[in-house]
T-cell receptor, first 118, second 113 residues
Framework: GAVVSQHPSWVICKSGTSVKIECRSLDFQATTMFWYRQFPKQSLMLMATSNEGSKATYEQGVEKDKFLINHASLTLSTLTVTSAHPEDSSFYIC??????????????FGPGTRLTVL | GESVGLHLPTLSVQEGDNSIINCAYSNSASDYFIWYKQESGKGPQFIIDIRSNMDKRQGQRVTVLLNKTVKHLSLQIAATQPGDSAVYFC????????????FGKGTMLLVSP
């Protein structure tokens, strides 16, 4: 149980285009999901907290108009990188909390999405 | 031995050795701590957790030690295997409300046969 999937697992796009990444909780409901970014040989940095049915909460320094988050259902959050540039190339990871059995703030992580912007 | 690279410290051990990975956490108000293992190109995988009312917790081949006085956390892996090679992150959290996880910098563990 407690499986989180991401799609796509990797994507290559041209500079200036937008890319959408999906995060799904497969066997549980998640009112709260999180989006992280990880550059090579670095740690995970929280970008934003995605709340079902309401606006996302962005961390300081993360542009909300560039990284659009939509959490329209209890099992799906999407992150859209708008007007992507090479510096947005990174590993994007989502996580989700189980709304029913939320214990110790435990988060279940997805497998990540590798974004490369040419 | 242990070395500090440009971004990621590395611990190199021989198969069968015991490994100790250290982490200094930042928030004295944190009361829940987690160790994650991350293999190349994958998401973090939960290893073990500990609450602040404990100073030691054991799992299968792994032990986490917590020293709140100096805000230090360690992960001990017994009889390290090549499959343990990965990057290990500690994460801290406040077990209240909807607080978020803060990840440490990570340590790369390299296990040679």
């Amino acid at each position: 149980g407690a499986v989180v999937s991401q799609h796509p697992s990797w994507v290559i796009c041209k500079s200036g285009t937008s890319v959408k990444i999906e995060c799904r909780s497969l066997d549980f409901q998640a009112t709260t999901m999180f989006w992280y970014r990880q550059f090579p040989k670095q740690s995970l940095m929280l970008m934003a907290t995605s709340n079902e049915g309401s606006k996302a909460t962005y961390e300081q320094g993360v542009e909300k108009d560039k990284f659009l988050i939509n959490h329209a259902s209890l099992t799906l959050s999407t992150l859209t990188v708008t007007s992507a540039h090479p510096e947005d190339s990174s590993f994007y990871i989502c996580s989700a909390r189980d709304s029913q059995t939320w214990v110790n703030n435990e988060q279940f992580f997805g497998p990540g999405t590798r974004l490369t912007v040419l | 031995g242990e070395s500090v690279g440009l971004h990621l410290p590395t611990l190199s051990v021989q198969e069968g050795d015991n490994s100790i990975i250290n982490c200094a956490y930042s928030n004295s108000a944190s009361d829940y701590f987690i160790w994650y293992k991350q293999e190349s190109g994958k998401g973090p995988q939960f290893i073990i957790d500990i609450r602040s009312n404990m100073d030691k917790r054991q799992g299968q081949r792994v032990t986490v030690l917590l020293n709140k006085t100096v805000k230090h956390l360690s992960l001990q892996i017994a009889a390290t295997q090549p499959g343990d090679s990965a990057v290990y992150f500690c994460a801290e959290n406040m077990n209240s409300g909807y607080s978020t996880l803060t990840f440490g910098k990570g340590t790369m563990l390299l296990v040679s046969p």
